[in-house]
């Protein structure tokens, strides 16, 4: 079975200081793995997501995650944060050869970023 | 495009009645799915379909049914409401499962007195 772990609910960072969401998860098959945003009051959007191409994924907004397989990992970064980062970040993982007519996505917990002025 | 649209935005019941969220999609997706969402537990899996006519048990289904008899909507009911159902509903949609993005409604507010 398939899980993610986000390690903190809660995240602060300045504005302009580096972002840093974690996200670890665990598949026995290889994984496809997304990034989520979600803005209040709002319902998630896509920020990136990798699927066995390039390890480093760049995403929308500035944001970039790095599929590590060692590490069993797929950390979200961005260089200089903004205050319009302010939002709920979501992790998930699906099997790579989920049969058709199947439905395996699971989501992290999720991370708010709090970004201070 | 409208992409995916949820009906009420905003709901308060009383213990033990019913009612019936609506989720359409203009984007000719076979999958839909409907999550809900809490404090601290992120998204859950309530039920889902992976076509017209088909619906399957997500991670949490007690107490909810779902019917897809259209392609683009997906109805959620909630036979006789409980207040541990006030909660945030998602509905979302994609092409298929895997690697496709899910595109996500605004979200449904529910609460249950």
């Known amino acids: 079975a398939q899980s993610v772990t986000q390690l903190g609910s809660h995240v602060s960072v300045s504005e302009g200081a580096l972002v840093l969401l974690r996200c670890n998860y665990s598949?026995?098959?290889?994984?496809?793995l997304f990034w989520y945003v979600q803005y209040p009051n709002q319902g998630l959007q896509l920020l990136l997501k990798y699927t066995s191409a390039a390890t480093l994924v760049k995403g929308i907004n500035g944001f970039e995650a790095e599929f590590k397989k060692s590490e069993t990992s797929f950390h979200l970064t961005k260089p200089s944060a903004h205050m319009s980062d302010a939002a709920e970040y979501f992790c998930a993982v699906t099997e790579a050869y989920s049969g058709a007519g199947s439905y395996q996505l699971t989501f992290g917990k999720g991370t708010k970023l709090s970004v201070i002025p | 495009n409208a992409g995916v649209t949820q009906t009420p935005k905003f709901r308060v019941l009383k213990t033990g009645q019913s009612m019936t969220l609506l989720c359409a999609q203009d984007m000719n997706h076979e999958y839909m799915y409907w999550y809900r969402q809490d404090p601290g537990m992120g998204l859950r899996l309530i039920h889902y379909s992976v076509g017209e006519g088909t619906t399957a048990k997500g991670e949490v289904p007690d107490g909810y049914n779902v019917s897809r008899l259209k392609k683009q909507n997906f109805l959620l009911g909630l036979e006789s409401a409980a207040p541990s159902q006030t909660s945030v509903y998602f509905c979302a949609s994609s092409k298929s499962s895997g690697a496709n993005v899910l595109t996500f409604g605004a979200g449904s507010r529910l609460t249950v007195l």
């Open positions: 598949s026995s098959v290889p994984p496809y």
